[in-house]
């Protein structure tokens, strides 16, 4: 039992170039999100689905889009990064009660 | 939207009590959460309250919720170097699942 795991660790992209980060949880947990986390800022939720072929915005969605195509995968992309993207992004899964368990994270740098 | 805020730093030593504290504004919040973040890992949840709860204690934990001043805090017993982390407040309003967080507080255990 993996939890949530997330790919890659760490990225570095020029700006203007696009990129796909992956969560993926073995959890059968219906709900999955995605924050990114800044100094001083805490987590900030970007997108995040309540099922299956489901997504929905949350309080930073803008140049972010994501995608629900199977339960156990959660994918956000970046289509012409951006060097305000620069960020820790962790990908989280709860079953449909309260507690969210979280991935590593995903160390991404725009240059 | 709604809030939470936490101060950034507290240093403690070893073998004493830590507090931190955490208010929030959501009225409707009925879950509060502390995770803990150890350097390059994710988000662990520690515990959390429901809100119609005073109080719960978990071994050498122990959260204090004062719904009418919407204040949160998380005490830590007999602080040890391995509780140096960054803690996090999180609260759940009564629509969604989704957790609004904090910035952190930075506990530094001298030794």
């Known amino acids: 039992n993996a939890g949530v795991t997330q790919t890659p660790k760490f990225r570095v992209l020029k700006t203007g170039q696009s990129m796909t980060l992956l969560c993926a949880q073995d959890?059968?947990?219906?709900?999955m999100y995605w924050y990114r986390q800044d100094p001083g800022m805490g987590l900030r939720l970007i997108h995040y689905?309540?099922?299956?072929?489901?997504?929905a915005k949350g309080e930073v969605p803008d140049g972010y889009n994501v995608s629900r195509l199977k339960k156990q995968n959660f994918l956000l992309g970046l289509e012409s990064a951006a060097p305000s993207q620069t960020s820790v992004y962790f990908c989280?899964?709860?079953?449909?009660?309260?507690?969210?368990?979280f991935g590593p994270g995903t160390r991404l740098t725009v240059l | 939207g709604e809030d939470v805020e936490q101060s950034l730093f507290l240093s403690v030593r070893e073998g004493d009590s830590s507090v931190i504290n955490c208010t929030y504004t959501?009225?409707?919040?009925?879950?509060l959460y502390w995770y803990k973040q150890e350097p390059g890992a994710g988000l662990q949840l520690l515990t959390y309250?429901?809100?119609?709860?005073d109080m719960k204690q978990d071994q050498r934990l122990t959260v204090l919720l004062n719904k009418k001043d919407k204040h949160l805090s998380l005490r830590i017993a007999d602080t040890q170097t391995g509780d140096s982390a960054i803690y996090f407040c999180?609260?759940?309003?009564?629509?969604?699942?989704?957790?609004?967080f904090g910035g952190g507080t930075r506990l530094m255990v001298k030794p």
């Open positions: 989280a899964s709860s079953p449909t009660n309260n507690e969210q368990f």
């Open positions: 959890m059968n947990h219906e709900y």
């Open positions: 689905s309540v099922g299956e072929g489901t997504t």
């Open positions: 959501d009225s409707s919040s009925t879950y």
């Open positions: 309250i429901f809100s119609n709860m």
């Open positions: 999180a609260e759940k309003g009564n629509a969604g699942n989704m957790l609004t």
